[in-house]
């Protein structure tokens, strides 16, 4: 049986999950010089853990039918990426692999949490626990603003991105951060975020009305809450995300 | 905001000067189907002569309207015969002679001179129905008593491929505009708007030069843009108002164009619509037109016709455009007043459904701000009352746009019909 229609456009999952992955390059060459060439090896190890329990977890769910193929684990590169590019500097390396590993497992069962959130809330709550310092990266706006623009550019322009939640978080956040005090380091997890790790696909409402109002509870929260209980808030917003995207739903078609 | 995207536009190849008239199949099957009804008193038996135009069946029911024979000829036989939507229909053979003898109707009329009345019985005794897809009565909407403001002509064809109703409007210019100043007067409208595409200007520039007599008569270019010519946004664009439902809400009326030539040929000569313009397009025929052909022509001698197809290998045939349209079983399948193009195509997208990834693309460019994702996931029936699947159109965007290929317009059309028939 064929469905209609019968044309198509031409983007498809595989291309948007790609084109994460590239916009991210900017961001990963940039993490290298600030920090060193080793972390390099802290890059590796998010992206090892996380394809690793992927393929465990796929495997255990299709034990009868499963076959290895790369393609299907982009995606589980790029959460480790992002794990890589948002996380301290200065984290311990079983913490890194530990929280990597929770988050993508839990992910791997509920697809609407994010498992970066989950993976960053344990490392900041450690430092938290331990009252160890972070280290700040040393951040040059300019560059940062330059590959931000860049990649988000590139996303825009791929439609691989749900720019709405991007431009929302971003801007409202930034005003805060800029009415504060200008800390770059900040900033820096800021574009991460806005980027990245809110507007994340599975995590976020579908309707761009919910999508939106997500975005503006997440700069909130963001604003007033320090980073530990902001990902705390993070994650309990990806579980309701679906009722609030029900709800505007339920609007928007009343309504029209 | 105007929702909606530009798709895969496709219509130069179809676009010649005037349309090529193909009028001598041999046999013609009649499909006995009004609107939605089937159940017809045949008024002709085997071996009777019929002239063209001829009434051959009629139905009681509501929304109905009579049967006409396309040629003059033999009744032959009644067979089941494919119709528009696969399914076999009692259809009426009638052997052509050729002569298209018709039955004589006396002088032209002049088409303004008509009443209310009089327009809505010659439209209802010619069977004239819209030609656009949806072969609902026109007879009904000027009937309804309710009094029509402005009219819209919709000759935006927002379909790719499709250009019947681009070739109506070049080919029939000045009898059409004759159609709806006659429209106009007799049921004083105030104002015509006739909406064309930005894409096609030479429709735009040649109306220009004929409007000038017709002060009441607009032309408007449209934004090339896919579900432009759904009558709700159409309406919405043209006269900055909101629309619930239909736009007979705000006294307009939007009527397709090729049904407007119909109406003409009705008030004219009573003339029945027992032919039509029909696009034959896609990259698997030698050479894609439009040809004006005759109701209950196979599609497969039309296609003969016009040079067959390229290869020997048998395309995807879909009927009334890739995105609304649906494919045909077969190539016998007979051409029916709501055809208004054959799609013949090598290769079609068959890519394999994938996870859904909440990239809420559907629900951004559904033009009825319906969650399509969400209708399909919802397991909870009250919930996807709320949804409102029943205000599903079918334009097809949700499952064009989605990056997982979901079959996003085939499981909420299932789920709508659900619903509606509880």
């Not at chain 2, 000067?17 to 038996?45: A, E, G, Q, R, T």
Request: proline residues 4%.
């Amino acid at each position: 049986m064929n469905y209609g229609p019968y044309i198509k456009s031409e983007n498809n999952n595989d291309k948007i999950i790609y084109n994460i992955l590239i916009s991210l390059i900017p961001f990963i060459i940039y993490k290298i010089y600030l920090t060193n060439l080793t972390s390099i090896i802290y890059l590796f190890i998010t992206i090892i853990s996380s394809v690793l329990i992927s393929i465990i977890f796929d495997a255990f769910k299709n034990s009868q039918s499963y076959k290895f193929n790369f393609k299907n684990y982009i995606y589980p590169v790029i959460i480790g990426t992002i794990i890589y590019l948002f996380i301290p500097s200065n984290t311990p390396l079983f913490l890194i692999i530990l929280s990597t590993i929770i988050g993508t497992s839990i992910n791997s069962f509920f697809k609407n949490v994010n498992p970066v959130l989950i993976a960053s809330l344990i490392i900041y709550a450690y430092f938290l626990i331990t009252n160890n310092n972070i280290i700040k990266l040393d951040i040059n706006i300019f560059i940062l603003i330059g590959i931000s623009i860049i990649s988000l550019g590139y996303l825009i322009l791929n439609r691989s991105v749900k720019f709405r939640i991007s431009f929302v978080f971003i801007l409202l956040s930034l005003l805060s951060l800029l009415i504060a005090e200008i800390d770059y380091n900040n900033i820096y997890l800021l574009i991460i975020l806005g980027l990245y790790i809110i507007p994340e696909l599975y995590s976020t409402p579908n309707t761009a009305m919910a999508g939106i109002l997500y975005a503006l509870m997440a700069s909130i929260t963001f604003m007033i809450l320090p980073m530990p209980i902001f990902l705390i808030f993070g994650i309990i917003m990806n579980i309701l995300n679906r009722y609030l995207d029900l709800n505007v739903a339920f609007y928007l078609v009343k309504n029209n | 905001m105007i929702r909606g995207t530009k798709v895969f536009n496709n219509k130069n190849i179809s676009i010649t000067s005037m349309p090529l008239k193909y009028n001598k199949p041999d046999y013609v099957y009649i499909p006995l189907v009004s609107y939605k009804n089937k159940n017809f008193d045949i008024l002709v038996k085997p071996d009777d002569y019929v002239l063209k135009g001829q009434v051959i069946a009629r139905s009681k029911d509501k929304f109905s309207f009579p049967i006409h024979s396309s040629v003059s000829g033999l009744v032959k036989e009644i067979q089941k015969r494919k119709y528009i939507d696969n399914e076999d229909i009692d259809s009426i053979v009638i052997e052509n002679d050729f002569l298209e003898k018709e039955k004589k109707i006396g002088n032209k009329h002049k088409i303004n001179s008509y009443s209310i009345e009089e327009v809505v019985e010659i439209l209802k005794e010619c069977g004239i129905v819209g030609m656009s897809g949806n072969n609902f009565p026109t007879y009904y909407k000027y009937g309804m008593e309710l009094k029509i403001k402005k009219l819209i002509i919709n000759a935006v064809e927002s379909e790719s491929f499709l250009t019947s109703d681009f070739t109506v409007l070049n080919s029939y210019t000045s009898e059409i505009l004759e159609t709806i100043d006659a429209l106009m007067e007799i049921f004083k409208i105030e104002e015509c708007v006739i909406a064309v595409k930005d894409f096609n200007k030479k429709a735009v520039d040649d109306l220009v030069q004929y409007i000038g007599s017709y002060t009441k008569i607009s032309i408007k270019s449209v934004p090339d843009n896919y579900t432009m010519g759904w009558e709700k946004y159409l309406t919405e664009y043209l006269f900055k108002v909101k629309i619930k439902k239909y736009p007979m809400e705000k006294s307009i009326l939007v009527e397709n164009i090729s049904t407007i030539f119909g109406i003409y040929e009705a008030l004219k000569y009573r003339k029945p619509i027992v032919e039509r313009i029909v696009t034959f397009s896609g990259d698997a025929l030698k050479k894609p037109q439009n040809v004006l052909v005759k109701i209950g022509t196979p599609i497969k001698e039309v296609i003969n016709f016009i040079g067959g197809y390229i290869t020997d290998k048998k395309p995807y045939l879909i009927v009334n455009g890739p995105m609304m349209g649906h494919c045909l079983e077969t190539d016998d399948t007979v051409i029916t007043k709501n055809m208004c193009g054959v799609i013949a195509l090598n290769k079609i997208d068959t890519s394999e459904e994938m996870d859904c990834i909440n990239c809420g693309k559907c629900t951004n460019i559904c033009p009825n701000r319906l969650a399509p994702i969400l209708i399909i996931n919802e397991k909870n029936v009250n919930n996807i009352k709320k949804l409102h699947p029943e205000k599903c159109i079918g334009c097809g965007l949700c499952s064009y746009i989605c990056p997982s290929k979901i079959h996003l317009r085939e499981k909420v059309l299932d789920i709508r019909d659900k619903v509606i028939q509880k």
